[in-house]
């Protein structure tokens, strides 16, 4: 047996509380190792006559990646304590894994050698709002959703549509505009629109903000913003905004009173700056996001800073209901303003969604404490590369998916942002190259995985652009240009997802790829009443796959295209 | 190379913030199989010409334990940021770790393979009390140290050890008793009394809370406490209290007016309670610790409870100006409690020492953001096992402290509570079966390691004990029963830990152990300024050591006996 490959850790994606009464424990092995996995597990206190009390588990394989098989068992703890072991079996020897290492036998004389999760406390249990799990995003980049209002375009607006972005073009989207489409969006299915920042700001993204306790005048006023949530609310439909809480803007008035007062300025321990004067050409003398000198690093350990960025955060859920934020660079913010953020947010609206920008693994932001998810950036890369690009194979597909799986707890990944795309990366029709027959492979698994799929705004009727600017083009609102066959069968999905709870969010999913086929991806998504096949053929050509589940099997066909 | 064995995750044990600008960076592979490991790291956003700017660092072998060997490096970024991945080489090919995976070249064509240290925000960086690293502790049980005033003598009791302690007897050991002897304890050189609970409760250990806001009348007063604060304060030395929040004690006034008034009792929240009448007999209808009904579990989730305990963490702390919490059975107590916990205490008064009391795997509690320190139970085990009863041999001692050093950031360990023996095992003595050159081995051992050790009252002039209540005799004032020599030994080593660095908490510790002579332990604590050599022979015989680094090199024998 490879001891080496085996792992197991608790109080991350290998033991968590899954509810208040239930535990998950996973554990890792060498891939093809291990036969058979036994959880060995105990009340640590539970002893008679000297002898400690066990009980023995089988466990599951519930995945398997390129180097590792993954093992998963549930189990509710009568007194909501445990201590365990894992007992390992790979045909020609049984040994068991402990908090100690390894041994002969199960060292059950002492429970010190045993892992432990000590107690089941319900206030540590992650807990996301329920409603995310059934929620379906649509991004919309605001001043280029929709215009509906003339009277509060941007100076220098260029007529709707009239010619490709470039960083400096306005073209005048607004609350409104998103009013006179509500209908749309609630017809495609959506129930979840995540905005790009809306506060006051000079530049067309709004990532520069001048203002948080203000929206941007081109968008509307506050009354406009709180009938659109008031309206959004009414069709069922969330709203969550983007919070950009580690930098400021450069003309956010703090630090230009900086820039101007120098060491006399009052704000001048709201950001992290080295000397005077700042320097703004070349590497800033201050920290800022990457070396961009426009948008200074705030100093969120600094109290006054954290008083402020709180009452913005508490500000809009309070007075406008919204229900979630999006946290933009969340990872190079302090641990601890997020742990105080949480708190602030979730006493003002307990179900509130919190959503953190991170790209890489968010294990120490994802504890229960911090944040709800994280955009999972993994999904994304994988399904593009296999579905849009042909870069990987289905299994290099199937093994990064499995393992973004088993990176997080499973009440993480229910609530994790899954998005294809976004304002800052090209489109997905033009990363596929312009075949939409590729674009439906994408949604169609991005709508049933696990998680909480985001669509964004135009890709849904064919829209295509590359990097920023040109990802960024006005919604075409012109019906002879959108595709409607694709804007159907995103609907059906959506609808699938809603209808079938397997297909969405409550299945399990595993891959069951027939490895004869290798350009087809099959996987199951099971709950405990249905299970759900998906057969994909990621290929020119057609492709001949065997499904041995589905043998002398009756089922339905939900659904076919070729 | 053995891909399986590669681990590394950011933010515990394997990356972490050492102080404000330095990271602290380790990985873990299969023992003997990479011969260099160079760290590939760069600012994220440093590109110059379309090509991230990367540094290569070749990292050191930190030790090795029975499966694994560890890698460590630190580096100071200059703006704070990190993305990094691992070159491996095993003398026949290269390979590349990152977070996705392994790579033929490492991938620095794109920054999302890499792993991330986003940013080294001040805030949480894990930051334990500085005057902990050079504390030696000295543990009373109050009631068996000294009997200093008569007037507080509990009913019935017994002459200062006329017999032995059984379950329920009392002798009247107290404050005064303690500061009678302070010259005593200043001149064994410890500087930090950690006392076992002095609140009011009925048995003789106090671990049965009555009233958390007063002292039990049998040690003393409020006064002489204060006193005794105080005198310890002149002399340089500092006191923790035993904190017993996880469950109280029976005879708790909210306890009893929910068994007294059950429904209509206003501390009914207070506990974990399923039913009523609450059943004392057999399997408790409450939570508990463990299964004792005397024993009922806090519901410290409730803020009733949390505004109660966090009164009393802080009072004991603002009046009293005590120096440290260790805190019982802190592993089953919610992670939220602990943060309020600390943000209270340190708030108060900010070196406070917190101390949880778990024996497992405490690395969720060790985050910068709970505690600061665990009780060091697998340094114990191991100790005990190899000096004290020679139950496992050098190489498995040598490979479980190296594995307990890597479980932890170094920060942790430096601050690390090293028992050798408390209240609750046997004496080291009499674990010894009475040898005492074997407990001169631990104490070296104990007091040359890195942590803050801490001596059990009585062991360091020979006293012997068994089980509780075996281990809590009275100590023996009698001159003439002490062991001198073990005193001055203790003494010594005490005094070596406080003049020379390198001995104590500053040294890097490294075992350079001689294979033919399996008997012997040998090991290197380095400072940049000085290095000590430590070699111990654990056995019965006397043994012929290599030890190839003191070869052609001038040396200072600090000290030598057989």
């Known amino acids: 047996m490879f001891k080496e490959a085996v792992y197991h850790r608790p109080k991350n994606n290998y033991a968590y509380a899954y509810d208040q009464e239930t535990l998950h424990i996973r554990l890792r092995t060498k891939k093809d190792d291990v036969q058979e996995v036994i959880l060995i597990s105990g009340d640590p206190y539970h002893w008679i006559d000297g002898k400690w009390q066990t009980n023995r588990l089988e466990m599951n394989k519930s995945g398997s990646d390129e180097l590792f ?27 068991t894994y402990t908090e100690k290492g390894f041994f002969e036998t199960p060292p059950i004389h002492d429970t010190k050698f045993h892992f432990c999760f000590p107690f089941l406390n319900s206030i540590d249990v992650f807990d996301a ?67 790009t920042p809306i506060f006051k700001a000079h530049s067309n993204h709004k990532y520069d903000t001048i203002d948080y306790m203000e929206i941007d005048p081109q968008f509307g006023d506050k009354e406009t913003f ?20 580690n930098h400021s803007g450069f003309y956010f008035e703090p630090f230009q009173d900086v820039i101007k007062k120098e060491h006399d300025s009052k704000y001048k321990d709201w950001f992290h700056l080295r000397e005077f004067p700042l320097k703004t050409e070349g590497i800033p003398n201050y920290d800022t996001f990457g070396f961009v000198a426009s ?72 504890q229960g404490d911090q944040f709800d998810a994280v955009m999972n950036y993994p999904f994304t890369d994988a399904s593009i590369d296999y579905f849009a690009q042909n870069k990987i194979n289905t299994k290099q597909f199937s093994n990064v998916i499995t393992n973004v799986l088993h990176m997080y ?37 991005q709508l049933s995985f696990i998680g909480t799929p985001c669509i964004y705004y135009g890709d849904e009727i064919g829209m295509t652009g590359g990097e920023d600017p040109g990802c960024r083009k006005c919604m075409d609102w012109d019906s002879s240009n959108q595709d409607q066959q694709l804007f159907s069968f995103v609907q059906q999905l959506i609808s699938f997802r809603k209808s079938i709870p397997a297909f969405g969010n409550r299945g399990k999913l595993q891959f069951i790829n027939d490895d004869n086929s290798p350009n087809s991806l099959v996987y199951e998504k099971t709950t405990d009443e249905e299970k759900v096949i998906i057969i994909i053929n990621n290929d020119h050509k057609s492709n001949k796959v065997r499904v041995p589940k589905l043998a002398n099997k009756s089922c339905k066909e939900l659904f076919s295209q070729s």
């Open 129 to 195: 709002p329920d409603w995310v799990r059934d929620t379906v995003w649509y991004q919309i980049f605001p001043e280029r959703f929709a215009n509906g209002d003339k009277e509060n375009d941007p100076h220098g607006v260029l007529p709707w549509a009239s010619q490709d972005p470039t960083q400096d073009s306005f073209f005048g989207g607004d609350f409104q505009g998103v009013m006179d489409h509500l209908d749309y969006l609630e017809n495609l299915g959506i129930n979840g629109i995540y905005f």
């Open 226 to 245: 709180r009938t659109l949530v008031k309206e959004c609310h009414k069709r069922g439909i969330r709203v969550m905004l983007d919070a950009v809480f």
């Open 295 to 366: 948008m200074p690093k705030l100093n969120t350990e600094n109290p006054e800073v954290k008083a402020y960025l709180l009452k913005v955060a508490t500000y809009w859920v309070k007075e406008f209901d919204i229900d979630g934020w999006r946290l933009d660079v969340a990872n190079e913010v302090d641990h601890s303003f997020w742990r105080e953020f949480r708190n602030a947010v979730k006493t003002v609206k307990p179900d509130t969604y919190i959503l953190g920008e991170i790209w890489h693994d968010s294990i120490p932001w994802l």
């Open 69 to 95: 098989d993954y093992w998963f068992c549930e189990l509710r703890p009568s007194q909501r304590r445990l201590r365990y072991c894992f007992e390992l079996n790979d045909g020609k020897e049984k040994i």
């Open 409 to 445: 707890p499973e009440t993480v990944n229910q609530v994790s942002f899954n998005l294809l795309d976004s304002h800052d990366t090209p489109r997905i029709l033009t990363l596929a190259d312009n075949n939409k027959d590729r674009v439906r492979l994408l949604y169609l698994f």
